[in-house]
């Protein structure tokens, strides 16, 4: 019954998320939104961790194999490859590297500079 | 025969977890990309799909049960940004800028390649939502136009090459900050990266399960933005 009952909460944002994403004049995914309200509820206290925990982690920690049959349309898509995979793949390739390094510079000197502004001020806030 | 198999949607599902868990099996005896078990699943089921003329509507009618999870997976990602958040009150100021700006200049990144390639807008909107969670990035290319089977299929190889370039990188560029590295693994590679994270040290394991819960937000809210932007420009 427990695991029951917090399949229901977990299905309960689901549903308003996607309500919600439906009647919004911007194109959000409902499946965000329905992430957002439980981040908020969850928060502010007005719904428990406990509700939601166990069927929550066990639904992200194996997020992957919902993935399956969304990967497996790909070969409703293979006309659309035949022309184009090599330069998808470069695009691919050029832009996850650019990220990965462009962020981690960005987020460790913005640290660096915040921690030895606050060290110079004498506040320990880290 | 194939009739008889495929006539019932138990089909789907049972293709479906028993790849996936065939997949997960091979990956522990030997660790290597193939064998990564969403990759794997899904490269056997399409073969076995082609090579039977099996239609993929057929596989679908059990496979939609499996996709249907997708939502309440990605809802329930709030609970670990729930338990995270310390992290980012912390250090919001760092990790939100680097986010932000992240999100932005890979953005601009595949505008210029796709322009340079002379893609549609079809394509972009396949490609935008690439560095972001299998979930939110479905959503986001369905909602601009692209092709969310093939956005799966880019974001899921994002991740294995987030997860085996991002350690080197970190060594040539000098990122030694593990809040940073963790960031980086989680904004640029999703769930895939944050597993290589995870082994890389706690700090960087916590910061880039955040980073994959706010990169989607973030993406969520640019895109749209960018999207109209270059509708303007170039179409």
New interface residues.
Partial sequence: MRIIKQLFWIFVFSFAGELISSVLPITVPGSVLGMVLLFFFLHFGWIKMEQVEEVGNWLTDNMAIFFVPAGVALMTNFDVLADTWWQILIIMLVSTVFMMVFVGKVVQSVKQRTEKKANQEGIHND | MIELLTSTPMF?IVA??G??LLGVAFHRRWPIAIFT??VF??GV??VL??VFDIP?ET??EG??F??L??????????????KN?DYLK??Y???L???F??VL??TI??VL??WL?Q?NQE?FAT?IP??I????A???S???GG????T???V???GI??AI??PP??KL?Q???P???G???G???H?MGTTKAIELGEVQGAMSGLAI?VT??VV?IIV?VAMAAVNALFF
């Avoid at chain 2, 999870?69 to 729930?82: G, S």
């Avoid at chain 2, 092709?147 to 093939?150: D, G, K, T």
């Fill in positions: 789907g479906s977890v790849f996936y078990p969403l699943s899904i089921i399409i799909l082609l993929y596989y679908n496979g939609q499996i996709n999870f997708v939502t309440p997976a990605t809802v329930a990602l709030a609970i670990r940004l729930e958040f912390n250090y100021q760092s990790i800028l680097g986010i700006f992240g200049a890979h990144v595949i390649l796709a390639f893609f394509l490609l690439k560095s969670t299998t979930a939110i479905v959503g986001v369905e909602s601009l092709l969310p089977s093939l799966v299929a880019i899921v190889l994002t090459v987030g370039v991002g990188l970190f560029f990122i030694t900050d809040v940073a590295q960031i980086a693994m904004s640029s590679s769930a819960v989607g937000i969520v749209p």
